[in-house]
């Protein structure tokens, strides 16, 4: 079992930054793929980066050169640090884990943390 818990959101000018994080419990975290998604009101879960066991990321188009996803494996936690946000990155943002040794995130999830870009 993990729980994910996400922290960092808020409101933000367009052209500012943020820094999500997301803090996980157990001792598999070292195992697991960790994915961001976001949701827009409105909108379907969308995959925004994601971080393998071997630290290859992986970006959503919409944020290349924007956003870069990073792994403190002793600390448990995965970072989103968010430039250059847009409006339309406004979005709920969430923390998946995958389960042991699988590429794809998805077998558990945060509560998620609001980001709200205004232009």
């Known amino acids: 079992q993990v729980q994910l818990v996400e922290s960092g959101g808020g409101l933000v000018q367009a052209g500012g930054s943020l820094r999500l994080s997301c803090a996980a419990s157990?001792?598999?975290?070292?195992?697991?793929?960790i994915g961001w998604y976001r949701q827009a009101p409105g909108a379907q879960r969308e995959l925004v980066a994601s971080i393998s066991i071997g630290n290859s990321t992986n970006y959503a188009e919409s944020v290349k050169g924007r956003f870069t996803i990073s792994r403190d494996n002793a600390k448990n936690r995965v970072d989103l640090h968010m430039n250059s946000l847009k409006p339309e990155d406004t979005a709920v943002y969430y923390c998946s884990a995958s389960a042991p040794y699988i590429s794809t995130p998805g077998r558990y999830w945060g509560q998620g943390t609001q980001v709200t870009v205004s232009s």
């Open positions: 157990g001792s598999t975290f070292s195992r697991r793929a």
